[in-house]
């Protein structure tokens, strides 16, 4: 019963995205206070919608009716209750569900917190959403339906991909879509922007909070899903420049880009329509991503069940979005009115730069990422593109866009006294030099990863030196430090916080990349092996009962000059459903390392266990600064100029309307 | 500086960028490129010993052996018409199975040996890589694996 209501549900709340994206934009263009009003209960009504769908799939799969297909084909009953849920979106249908759900839930905070928006503005955008949400929901309902039965039904279910079986899997496809989706915001108000014609600071304010949450968001996915890979599969990496990787790094780096252009944007009236562009691109990029996922036009660890119907209409939709809203981008941009003028060296110049880089750097991975299936299209040909094709096109692109993310915060808007700057960036040079020739002396070797921590340190002190300089700290008495720190906008924090981050993120990429190590042995209890200094013996292997697998669990000793530094214990498991093994690696992290232990297969010939030990230095500097990024975006999002900067419009709306008053009272 | 002025630096920086960029990519497309080839296509290709490539299909029944260091396999890797032999020192991965679909990435000795140094199978058993499926196809052999594995 459950499927059908939730069937119902769903198509009543296509009927409800139907209305949204039709009557409020109908009723802007006409000036129809009336229609434009429908778009809020309209929204309120496809959530509900939607929700409801949501809970009858999530029901089906806690009470395991293997009556739906969807839910037979990835569930089991044995399997424990968090992946009962999770599972709801570990397969396509399901995640189409919570995909559409993310977007009425974006739909409704416009309605809820954009009291202060334009009305015919708020109109257009949510209707924009709306038509969004319309294409998304007759995907899922006609192509990829979630409540489909089967009859008969069988006793039990085929049990989820084992390797999703993970709470890794809780999290990291919901906050990559609250990312993707998240960029419909930034679209959805460049499209109604582009159809009034007009782009003023107070829009750029009001789409850098969105955007904002959904770089965060996607910050947040992508790395959740990097750490995830990177303890699950047993392969000691954390970035494998997979597609599907780079179909989730395009739009955040399209995102990136756009939220510091829209800072240009909102704070000196340009760049307003590269913004624009930006938002498109950076929709229509996730959108790709969408299509290349689930279109099962790539080899790779995530594409779902590829059925070219799907493919078809994703790439539909594509064509139909990107080209669409480029078009009218195309028509409608040059009536864009351009702002503030300035000059190279200056803020908004380094921003600029920044979105240059960051376009074209996308362009890179877009090229490698898009070149294979083309050459495939065209002549049948099979190539893949591997990391080294990224190490040589976007990772020296990024080494200047690091330089500049120095200086930029530096720079006075306008223009910039640069030999000023270049002063103040005395100490960032200072580290720059230091670390690279102390790298190159303790490693030797190819400069690169020297070159690479050196950047890193520059960018770190730079924006180091950038706070200190904002609250005179060392110039000024400490007490007058701290009232500043105390005044300082939250969003400077996050500018910091953030360019810091991105520092430690390159240490931990370029090392880990760079210096790591590993080794494979066959090892008895008792053998012994040797990497990066350690010792590592096998005590023991045992075996364990899960819920639904089987185990086997090695004691491992990590040793370092003869003492104890920990026990490890890594793990196979077997989940007889499926008939798969999953690596459950062992990881020690430590502040400059992570030493890793994944088990392999039984060697029946001696009777030991193949083990692959690795030393990933600096890896979890990764995670921290990632964490560092997304915690800066908050700071940022948390501004008060950010959240009130609206309602200060509205006063100055009743001023003029007090005025306007007297005036005619006199 | 005047608007015309602004918008032709931004032009021209931004083409210098691009073309940077291009210049880039050809460049690493030349070196970087990883053909695949199916065992029969590799038949009588005459390959550089020092060109990455990958090959496919499925792994043959009863063809994998593993050597005393316990960590060096030898399979063949078959696209029902042709087999090639793999040899990879490594820990296979989880979904390695006779049988099933498998793609290696390494270079060809002069011996013939194809020397893998990494080993992928799909990560859902139900799909082959599409390299592999359409290998079979090419070769004749095909036989709706996909089909029946959904």
Known sequence: ?666 | MKRKHKRLLFVVVGMAALGIAAGLIVSAFDENLVFFFSPTELQGKALNPDQRIRIGGLVEEGSLAKETDGVTFRFRVTDLTTAQTVNYKGLLPDLFREGQGVVAEGKMRTDGVFEAEEVLAKHDENYMPREVADALKKSGQWKGQIEAGQ
């Open chain 1, 1 to 666: 019963m459950s499927a059908e209501l939730g069937n119902y549900a769903l198509i009543l709340a296509l009927v409800m995205a139907i209305a949204q994206g039709i009557l409020p934009l109908v009723g802007a263009a006409r000036r129809n206070d009336n229609l434009m009003a429908l778009a809020a209960p309209t929204v309120i009504g496809q959530f509900v919608f939607i929700s409801m769908a949501f809970a009858c799939l999530m029901y089906a799969y806690v009470v395991s009716d293997f009556s739906v297909m969807n839910v037979a084909a990835n569930s089991h009953s044995d399997k424990p209750l968090l992946y009962k849920f999770t599972a709801v979106w570990g397969n396509h249908e399901g995640s189409m569900v919570l995909w559409v759900w993310i977007l009425s839930v974006y739909g409704l905070a416009v309605a809820a917190f954009g009291r202060n928006l334009p009305p015919a503005l708020k109109a257009r955008a949510l209707s924009i959403q709306g038509l969004i949400s319309v294409g998304f929901l007759l995907f899922s309902i006609g192509t990829s339906n979630p409540f489909e039965r089967l009859d008969p039904a069988p006793i039990n279910g085929n049990d989820l991909n084992p390797l999703l079986q993970d709470p890794g899997l809780a999290f990291h496809p919901p906050l990559l879509y609250f990312g993707y989706v998240g960029l419909s915001m930034p679209f959805s108000f460049a499209i109604a922007a582009l159809i009034e014609g007009r782009v003023d600071p107070a829009w750029a304010r009001w789409v850098r909070p969105w955007t904002l949450v959904s770089w965060m968001a996607l910050t947040a996915g992508i790395t959740l899903g990097s750490w995830w890979a990177y303890y699950e599969l047993g392969w000691g990496g954390f970035w494998f420049w997979d597609p599907v990787e780079n179909a989730s790094f395009m739009p955040w780096l399209m995102a990136t880009a756009l939220l510091h252009s829209a800072l240009v944007a909102e704070k000196r009236d340009a760049l307003k329509s590269w913004t624009v562009l930006l938002a498109i691109l950076a929709f229509s990029l996730s959108l790709l991503g969408t299509f290349l996922v689930r279109s099962g036009v790539l080899t790779s660890v995530h594409s779902f069940a590829s059925d070219p119907a799907r493919g078809a209409y994703i790439l539909g939709f594509l064509i139909f979005v990107g080209g669409g809203s480029l078009a009218l981008y195309a028509w409608r941009a040059p009536s864009l009115k351009a702002g503030g003028t300035f000059k190279p060296i200056s803020r908004e110049g380094a921003l600029l730069f920044n979105n240059l880089l960051l376009v074209v750097g996308c362009a890179t991975v877009f090229v490698g990422e898009l070149y294979p299936i083309v050459l495939d299209a065209i002549n049948g040909a099979k190539v893949s593109v591997g990391p080294p094709f990224y190490e040589k096109t976007f990772v020296p692109l990024m080494a200047p866009l690091l330089l500049v993310a120095a200086a930029g915060p530096m720079l006075a808007w306008k223009r910039a006294d640069w030999p000023g700057v270049v002063q103040r960036l005395r100490l960032a040079f200072v580290a720059l030099a230091a670390v690279i020739a102390l790298v190159y002396a303790l490693h030797g070797g190819p400069i690169g990863p020297a070159i690479g921590l050196g950047i890193a340190a520059w960018l770190f002190t730079g924006a180091a030196v950038e706070f200190a300089d904002r609250i005179k700290l060392f110039r000024a008495p400490m007490r007058e430090s701290l009232t500043r720190l105390a005044g300082l906008p939250r969003s400077a924090f996050g500018t910091t916080l953030a360019h810091m981050g991105m520092a430690v993120l390159v240490v931990g990429s370029v090392a880990g990349t760079a210096w790591r190590t590993e080794t494979i042995a066959v090892m008895r209890p008792g053998d012994q092996a040797e990497l990066a200094g350690y010792t590592v013996i096998l005590n023991t292997i045992g075996e364990s009962k899960g819920p639904n697998y089987t185990a086997q669990i090695a004691e491992m000793r990590l040793e370092r000059d003869g003492e104890l530094r920990d026990l490890m214990y890594p793990e196979k498991r077997f989940y007889p459903v499926q008939g798969t093994q999953t690596t459950e690696a062992a990881i020690r992290t430590t502040w400059f390392a992570d030493f890793y232990i994944a088990l392999g297969d039984p060697d029946e010939a001696s009777g030991g266990i193949g083990v692959r030990l690795y030393h990933n230095p600096f890896v979890p500097w990764i995670w921290i600064g990632a964490s560092m990024l997304v915690l800066g975006g908050g700071f940022s999002l948390s501004d008060r100029r950010l959240r009130v900067g609206a309602p200060a419009r509205r006063r100055v709306a009743k001023t003029q309307a007090v005025s306007a008053s007297e005036s005619s009272n006199a």
